[in-house]
Structure formats: structure tokens, C-alpha cells
């Protein structure tokens, strides 16, 4: 899952971007000769260059990078797993049980875009960073945004095309086959200083970091990077040694960073962007261009959704009963109403599974109905059942001022929105809550540094479930942003993934689900609803896809000029 925008391995600052200087055209330039040259908005910026640390993995760098991407495959509009043809020859294919053993069939062609073999060192490679082991990587410098897969290999090993990636004795996953982390080139690693990187946990780290700081030249995907600056744009040309099934057929494609929908409409109707995905949703904005013949846009269920976090490191948020009274203070209906008075959209009551899930599960109507609820009476009487002294100025047993902070994406309407609402809400209980923004491009940062008391933002995660709850809530996780902990929930979580069975593993993750949910770590308040706009005279073969966290980018190479 990734921060919005995280990432779930299967979500938000803003800044709105001049970028006079890109040179990119739009659907609305003439160039002359059939311009196939197009711009496509990405909502906010990012400031690291390493999807896979804590810090990297925000739903807008994923964005930026998806042309470029090396992932051995997605989830398509209908939930069906589609293999990277340009890296697999086939689906991978579950070899043993025990220990588990999966073996992913190369392209035999499969390379990155300087011509150098993709195979078993770049799989070892992100193994080696994913793995939160100190003989792999330093850990000060790896920063993994989860170790749930990485932690449990045992082995890659490579004989003639085939790849087979052994696990330990004992651990399963009913997920095996949808493996889409991103992967980087340990040949760059190895040409940049780092050629020991495979046993020297320094090196290895070091160039994990590297990664981080320096903006990829380098794909597997049908466009390779040709310029970019950090939280502004990507420039991608196609990539002359693509081996997928279809031919990229943009002669230049820019992600360019445009905050808000609203900046992101007006770009649009000024014909300065050819189309966006916007982070966030907005009826009024939509509404604008809903008549324009020009502009196509689509309204859909996405796999976004949005929470808040409380930060466990607070000295008041520490105590699980002021957890739950702030959380029985906050109105989730109240939230949803305001923020989208005209459109419909669903509340969220379960972390890992929404209402169209076969597994889903009410777990805050189940376990804590107090949660969302926006019923100051209820926190009342818990604060005072735990000695706190309530009135205008909530104060602690002994005798602290309750004060927190809360975190926002600046420029999103939504969560500002949320923000203060939430700070009208606990001013019931008597808890003083400053606002603040976080600044465009820096989400990733405020989280894995724990810069906040309370924080709003989305995870974006696809049909696969089991990875989410130790990335959330396990104690080593780096992407546990609240520094969540309690006794058992480790052994509770690692069960997710102890049987290749689906729906066994769907009912132990709601096992995890009923252990945190009255801890008042984090509270689910709705799905947050998806839109993409475009120029009708830009591009084809573009197609929502709310199971994808590249949203429409996850079949870019398909995309053509009008």
C-alpha cells in the first residue's frame, strides 16, 4: 500500500508547480506534423526516488515512474492479475508448498532499456534492501516500507530463464503470484560504486540511498527517464530495447506535477495537460468541464481510502483511553456529508477489506461502535471513567492541558476540510487542536520521521490484502508510522501469511482487525471515490482501473495518440 497517497506493497502535501520551463505540449498544441507529445498531471510531488522506502513509497512518485516501472505485473480493471509480458514469459508458478517455491519464467529477451539482462540480481538486489536484515543492509540507510516478503526468503537462485525464489521452512502466502514491487537495477547499483553490494551491507545500503537521492535513467517499462527534477516532473522517450507485446507509441510523455483538482481542471481546459488521475475528489471541479465535449471524465470505485492516525509517541496519545475518546468524538458521517454533499460515497469500517469484499467484515460496528461515531458524551464518560477532568479544557489525571496537532496535505481540500472539522469536534471535548499543512511533496517525510500527533492521509492498495496488515501494524514495519504496539499482534499478524489458503488468511487478518480497532490506532472514515480526466483529442486506450495503484497509468504502454 502506499501513502495519498501511501502505498500498500500490493498514500498528502501539495505545491502547486510553474513549470513554464518543461516544454511539454498538450492536446492543444500544433506542432505541425501530428504532435504525440502529451503531459499528464500527477497531483502532488514526492522528494525521494526509491519506491521502496519508507519515505518513497507515496502513491505520486509510483505515478511518476509507472512508464519506467520494472514490476513483474497488475491488476487490470476487473481484478485479474495480468503478468509484465516485457519481463515474463508466463503467469509464475507455485513449484512447492514446502518449503514454498515460486518460479517466475524470464522473457528470454528481458533486459533494461542500456541493453544489460534483467534477472536473478535484480530480484536479489530488492531482496537484499526489502529484507530489514543487518547481513543484508544497513538498516539506517535501506528504510524498507515493508519487510513482510523480503523477511522471509530463503533464497533466489537463476538456471537458464527461470528464476526460483525459495521461501523459509514453514511460511506461505495465498498471494504468492501477485509479486509487484518495484524493482531496481543492481547493474547501476554496481556502476555507481557499489559493486560488493551483494555481501557488504554497507555497500548494499549505501547504494539503497543512492536510489533514493538520484532520479532513474534506466526502465524495463516502455518509456525510459530522459530528465527530471524532484517533486516537479518526469520526462520519459521510449524505451528502444522494450520487449513487451506492445509498442509504446508516444514520442514523448511528461508526469508533471500539478496540485489540486482544481489547478488540475483549469491546466486541462487551458489545454496544458492532457489528462490526470486528481488525488483528490471533487464534484464542484468535475462539474466544471461535465459539458465540455473536449474533456472526457470518469467516476469510479478506486482502492483508495482514508484514515486517521494517531502517533503513539504523543505523551497524551499514548493512553489508549484518550485514543478512543478522540476517535468517539470524530463524526465520520458528519465528515463524508460535508465533504461530498453530492455524490455517494461508502464509509469505511474495516482496514483491510471494503463493503465489496467477500470477506469484509463491520469491525467498528462489531467491535468498537463508539469509533466514528461523533458522540462527545461517550468520549466524556470514557475520559472521566479514566480520571481525566473534562469541561472546556480536557485535562489529564495529572493535571496536563490535553493540545495536539493535526496533519494535512496542503491544498487538498478534503483533508483540510477534515482537518478542521476534526478540530471543531475534539474542541467538544475540551482538546485544543492546531492545524497544520504539510507541505506539497513532503507526506512521506512527516510520516516515517513521525512528525505529527494526528495525521490524515489515504493508503492505495489493489485486490491483494495480505501484506496490508503488517505493513500497518507490525511492530518492525517502518510504514507503522504511529509506532503501534501490543502484545500478540505480531504472532496475530504473521498468520495472514501461514497458509496458501484465501479465505483462511482473509479470516486472520480480521482476527488482526478486531485486536486493533479498539486500540483507537487508526480511524477508517470512508472510500475515498476516483475520477480521471482527459482531452478526447489527446490520447486513447486509456482506462480507469480502481484495482491499480498506477490508477489509468498501469497499461501506459497501450496508450496512443487520438
Known amino acids: ?71 513483474l505485473g497488475d491488476f487490470d480493471q476487473d481484478a485479474e492479475w495480468v503478468h509484465n509480458d516485457a519481463l515474463l514469459a508466463k503467469a509464475p508458478e507455485l513449484v512447492s508448498e514446502s518449503p514454498m517455491t515460486v518460479a517466475y519464467t524470464l522473457n528470454e529477451n528481458a533486459q533494461w532499456s542500456d541493453g544489460e539482462a534483467f534477472g536473478v540480481d535484480d530480484f536479489t538486489y530488492l531482496w537484499h534492501q526489502m529484507s530489514g536484515k543487518a547481513e543484508h543492509c544497513d538498516q539506517t540507510q535501506c528504510l524498507p516500507a515493508s519487510t513482510d516478503w523480503g523477511a522471509n526468503v530463503a533464497s533466489i537462485t537463476q538456471e537458464g530463464d527461470v528464476v526460483t525464489m525459495t521461501y523459509v521452512d514453514g511460511y506461505l502466502d495465498p498471494e504468492w503470484q501477485y509479486f509487484q514491487t518495484p524493482m531496481y537495477p543492481a547493474h547501476i547499483a554496481e556502476a555507481n560504486g557499489f559493486a560488493d553490494w551483494a555481501t557488504d551491507p554497507a555497500q548494499m545500503g549505501a547504494s539503497a540511498a543512492w536510489f533514493t537521492e538520484n532520479p532513474p535513467t534506466w526502465s524495463t517499462g516502455p518509456y525510459t527517464p530522459t530528465d527530471a527534477v524532484a517533486g516537479e516532473y518526469v520526462t520519459f522517450e521510449p524505451n528502444e530495447n522494450y520487449q513487451g507485446s506492445t509498442e509504446p507509441a508516444l514520442e514523448k510523455l511528461t508526469m508533471k506535477v500539478v496540485e489540486g483538482t482544481e489547478a488540475i481542471i483549469t491546466e486541462l481546459r487551458q489545454g496544458s495537460i492532457d489528462g490526470a488521475w486528481p488525488s483528490e475528489f471533487s464534484q464542484e471541479e468535475l462539474d466544471k468541464v461535465a459539458d465540455d465535449d473536449a474533456v472526457t471524465t470518469e467516476v469510479y470505485e478506486g482502492s483508495i481510502w482514508l484514515h486517521i492516525d494517531t502517533n503513539m509517541n504523543n505523551e497524551f496519545l499514548a493512553d489508549q483511553v ?31 477489506f471494503n463493503e465489496q469484499s467477500e470477506y469484509f467484515e463491520n469491525a ?45 496535505g496542503e491544498g487538498d481540500a478534503t483533508r483540510t476540510l477534515a482537518g478542521e472539522l476534526v478540530q471543531s469536534y475534539l474542541a467538544q471535548i475540551g482538546i485544543d487542536v492546531q492545524l497544520e499543512a504539510i507541505p506539497d511533496g513532503q507526506l512521506g517525510t512527516v510520516l516515517s520521521e513521525g512528525d505529527f500527533d494526528l495525521v490524515i492521509f489515504g493508503w492505495s492498495g489493489t485486490p491483494a490484502f495480505t501484506t496490508a496488515p503488517a505493513q500497518y501494524f507490525a511492530s518492525t514495519s517502518s510504514s507503522n508510522f504511529g ?64 484495482n491499480s495503484q498506477a490508477g489509468p497509468m498501469w497499461n501506459i504502454q497501450e496508450w496512443k495518440p487520438a
Not at 525521494?48 to 518513497?56: I, Q, R
Not at 458522540?375 to 480520571?387: F, K, R, S
Open 1 to 71: 500500500m502506499r501513502p495519498s497517497q501511501a502505498r500498500v506493497f500490493a498514500l498528502a502535501g501539495t505545491a502547486l508547480l510553474a513549470a513554464a520551463a518543461l516544454g511539454a505540449c498538450g492536446a492543444g498544441d500544433d506542432s505541425g506534423g501530428g504532435d504525440t507529445d502529451v503531459t499528464w498531471a500527477v497531483s502532488s510531488g514526492w522528494e525521494s526516488w526509491n519506491e521502496n522506502t519508507a519515505d518513497g513509497n507515496t502513491s505520486y512518485l509510483h505515478q511518476a515512474l509507472s512508464p519506467a516501472t520494472t514490476a
Open 322 to 352: 484518550l485514543r478512543q475518546a478522540v476517535f468517539a468524538a470524530i463524526d465520520n458521517a458528519d465528515i463524508i456529508k460535508k465533504a461530498y454533499p453530492d455524490t455517494d460515497v461508502t464509509a469505511r469500517t474495516n482496514h483491510f
Open 364 to 408: 467498528l460496528a462489531a467491535v468498537d461502535p463508539e469509533s466514528g461515531s461523533g458522540d462527545p458524551a461517550a468520549a466524556n464518560a470514557l475520559l472521566e471513567g479514566a480520571g481525566y477532568t473534562t469541561g472546556d479544557t480536557l485535562m489529564t489525571p495529572d493535571g496536563q492541558a490535553v493540545t495536539l496537532n493535526f496533519r494535512y
Open 483 to 546: 509506532k503501534y504496539r501490543l502484545d500478540g499482534l505480531d504472532e496475530a499478524i504473521a498468520k495472514v501469511r501461514s497458509t496458501t489458503d484465501i479465505a483462511e488468511a482473509a479470516q486472520f487478518a480480521n482476527d488482526v482487525e478486531a485486536m486493533v480497532v479498539p486500540q483507537a490506532f487508526t480511524l477508517p472514515i470512508f472510500d475515498e471515490p476516483q475520477s480521471i480526466v482527459y482531452l478526447n483529442g489527446a490520447l486513447d486506450g486509456i482506462v480507469a482501473n480502481g
